[in-house]
Structure formats: structure tokens, C-alpha cells
């Protein structure tokens, strides 16, 4: 079991950059690939990046290769997503997500944290 929690959501205008975090409990944090996730009002839920267990290997969406970047901390038990360059389509309410084993483009997480908003103002 594997509690994930996010931070680091906001408002930023067009251009802008935001750093998303997201908190794992428990001790097993290295056997899971983790990822992000959001959902903007109206849409589905699509993957946004992916990141192996131990970092190496890292997925992205089309739509954020270039400006966004998957990272961990396994001391801390921490995923990261820094994002740059942000444009009004990115508002999305962003989640965290694990999945146990190596799937760095994840597509059915075995956890999902709770969400953090983010939201880009043109």
C-alpha cells in the first residue's frame, strides 16, 4: 500500500513554470514506476510523463516533451514534475500515480493521490 500526496499547484500566467510534488509514504517507494496524470474540466484523464522505478528510464506526452520534466528522489520518496513553458491548455487538475514494476508509460496506476489544480491564465 502506498499513499501519494501532491503539492506545488497554482495559478501562473502563460509562459510561466510551476514544480508539482508528490509525497510516498511507506518503504517501497523504489518498486514503483510513478507518473502524472491530469484531467481538465469536460476531458479525460491522459498521461502526462512516467518515470521508472529507479529513474532511468522517463515517458512523455506529445503535448509536454520539451517543457516538462519527470524526476524522483528515492531518499525522499518524492516524485517531481517541473514544468515550463506553460500555456493556457495545461490547466488540468494533475495527479500522482504508482504503479507497481517497470511501466514508465503507465496506463492503470495502482494508486492515484488526490490531486493539486493547476491553472494558466492567457
Known amino acids: 500500500q502506498v499513499q501519494l500526496v501532491e503539492s506545488g499547484g497554482g495559478l501562473v500566467q502563460a509562459g510561466g513554470s510551476l514544480r508539482l510534488s508528490c509525497a510516498a509514504s511507506?518503504?517501497?517507494?523504489?518498486?514503483?514506476?510513478m507518473g502524472w496524470f491530469r484531467q481538465a474540466p469536460g476531458k479525460e484523464r491522459e498521461f502526462v510523463a512516467g518515470?521508472?522505478?529507479?529513474?532511468?528510464?522517463?515517458s512523455y506526452a506529445d503535448s509536454v516533451k520539451g517543457r516538462f520534466t519527470i524526476s524522483r528522489d528515492n531518499a525522499k520518496n518524492t516524485l517531481y514534475l517541473q514544468m515550463n513553458s506553460l500555456k493556457p491548455e495545461d490547466t488540468a487538475l494533475y495527479y500522482c500515480?504508482?504503479?507497481?514494476?517497470?511501466?514508465?508509460?503507465?496506463?492503470?496506476?495502482?494508486?492515484w493521490g488526490q490531486g493539486t489544480q493547476v491553472t494558466v491564465s492567457s
Open positions: 500515480a504508482a504503479r507497481t514494476g517497470f511501466v514508465v508509460k503507465i496506463t492503470n496506476p495502482d494508486y
Open positions: 511507506g518503504r517501497t517507494f523504489t518498486t514503483y514506476s
Open positions: 518515470i521508472s522505478p529507479s529513474g532511468v528510464a522517463t
